[in-house]
């Protein structure tokens, strides 16, 4: 067969992948179950807010050096409260 008569393949979304990376890295698992929280909160519109327009102090620093970051307290103690 093909590769332009193969069955499409299903898509992955990012938790099979996670599954998939925890299986293959069990030694991984304490950061994957981080990112699995993140990442369920993601669709939440609390984290919609984007960084401060703010300029890097230089052209050589990172984009949000010295930029003071308010995400939504609910939303930060919502994810907290899954992480511990």
Do not use: C, I, Y
């Not at 599954?19 to 030694?27: F, K, M, N, R, V």
């Not at 519109?45 to 003071?68: E, I, M, Y």
């Not at 970051?69 to 511990?84: F, G, I, K």
């Amino acid at each position: 067969m093909s590769a332009a008569t193969a069955p499409p393949k299903p898509p992955v979304n990012a938790f099979a992948r996670l599954d998939a990376l925890a299986q293959a890295h069990p030694e991984w698992a304490p950061w994957l179950g981080v990112v699995r929280a993140v990442t369920a909160d993601l669709p939440d519109p609390a984290w919609d807010k984007g960084p401060p327009d703010t300029a890097p102090p230089s052209p050589l620093s990172p984009w949000l050096a010295g930029a003071v970051l308010r995400p939504d307290a609910h939303a930060v103690a919502r994810l907290l409260d899954r992480l511990t």
